[in-house]
């Protein structure tokens, strides 16, 4: 089954600085790759999403994800991050039979000052 | 546009007492629907999931249940709480055929 893994628990960037997040698929080329952000006490919030073919994926609140098949990766990035970036982001890829995600353990970024 | 509800928004309950969380879907007619929960620090497990009425699949053998009474509505059940069952419980939703998962707010669960 696909699994995803996301490198970094936590991530620190300084406000301005650009933002990378990292998520690694598990075998064969998925057919989407997501990418969510969930604000403290909330639910996720769909940022972005892969499908077959495409490269370069850009979603909400300026971040973008590039799709590697060399590396398997999917890393999520931002060119200049702002406070309200502040919080938990997940890979997702589906895997089952019923359109189920398999979530990566999530990445907690901090935006300082 | 489609909306989800989850309720309520925060519980505390005793061990052993029973549990009923409540997800509704708006705006969209038979929806896969989905439970998850996020135990502290640690990603999404997925609990349940439904393609229609009456149809729920389990994924993990636990303590809770679920149903599907209605086409958009996913409820969320217990007889006896543990303390394991302490966590953030989300539902979702998804067009069936998009591939996209929709998140309601959540519920945060207390078992003392």
């Known amino acids: 089954a696909q699994s995803v893994t996301q490198l970094g628990s936590h991530v620190s960037v300084s406000e301005g600085a650009l933002v990378l997040l990292r998520c690694n698929y598990s075998s064969s080329v998925p057919p989407y790759l997501f990418w969510y952000v969930q604000y403290p006490n909330q639910g996720l919030q769909l940022l972005l999403k892969y499908t077959t073919g495409a490269t370069l994926v850009k979603g909400i609140n300026g971040f973008e994800a590039e799709f590697k098949k060399s590396e398997t990766s999917f890393h999520l990035t931002k060119p200049s991050a702002h406070m309200s970036d502040a919080a938990e982001y997940f890979c997702a890829v589906p895997s089952g039979s019923a359109r189920q995600l398999t979530f990566g353990s999530g990445t907690q970024l901090t935006v300082l000052p | 546009s489609q909306t989800i509800h989850q309720w309520p928004a925060t519980l505390v309950q005793p061990v052993g007492s029973p549990l009923s969380l409540e997800c509704t879907v708006e705006?969209?007619?038979?929806?896969?629907l989905y439970w998850y929960r996020q135990a502290a620090g640690r990603g999404l497990q997925l609990l349940f999931y439904?393609?229609?009425?009456?149809?729920i699949s389990s994924e993990v053998p636990q303590n809770l249940s679920a149903s599907r009474p209605q086409d958009r509505q996913f409820i969320l059940s217990s007889k006896k709480l543990l303390l394991s069952d302490s966590g953030f419980y989300l539902c979702?939703?998804?067009?069936?055929?998009?591939?996209?998962?929709?998140f309601g707010a959540g519920t945060r669960l207390s078992v003392l």
């Open positions: 979702a939703w998804e067009r069936q055929g998009l591939n996209i998962q929709y």
């Open positions: 705006g969209t007619s038979n929806p896969n």
């Open positions: 439904s393609v229609g009425i009456g149809q």
